[in-house]
Structure formats: structure tokens, C-alpha cells
């Protein structure tokens, strides 16, 4: 399972990548894993408290990304 700090990780490392080869625009990947990081994000704070979700969103992210 990925962390909050992993996923932002993979998040900056695929716009690097994007940089790097060129891209005017973020990939869809990068554009996925920014979604994926803000949903968690969201899921975990104080007035949502939505742990299971948020989990099984980073599952997910560490599974396939």
C-alpha cells in the first residue's frame, strides 16, 4: 500500500518525466495520480475521516501506478 508521501512521490516523479520528455501538458498519468493524491488527501481529512477509502485508493495507486 502506498503512503500519502508515496503517492506525491509518484505524483512529481511522472511530471518530472513529462518535463523531461518534452510534454506541453501533463501526461494522463500524471494527471491520475494528482487526482488520486487530492482524493486522499480529502478522504483523510478531519471533516471527511473516510480512512477505508482513503486506503483502499492508495492500494490501488500501488498496485497500478
Known sequence: MDTVASL?????HSQLDDIQNGCA???VKTQTLLAFYQ????????????????????TYTHQNY
Open 39 to 58: 482524493e486522499v488527501v480529502y478522504r483523510q481529512s478531519a471533516a471527511v475521516d473516510d480512512t477505508l477509502t482513503a486506503n483502499q485508493l492508495l
Open 8 to 12: 506525491y512521490e509518484k505524483f512529481i
Open 25 to 27: 501538458q501533463s501526461s
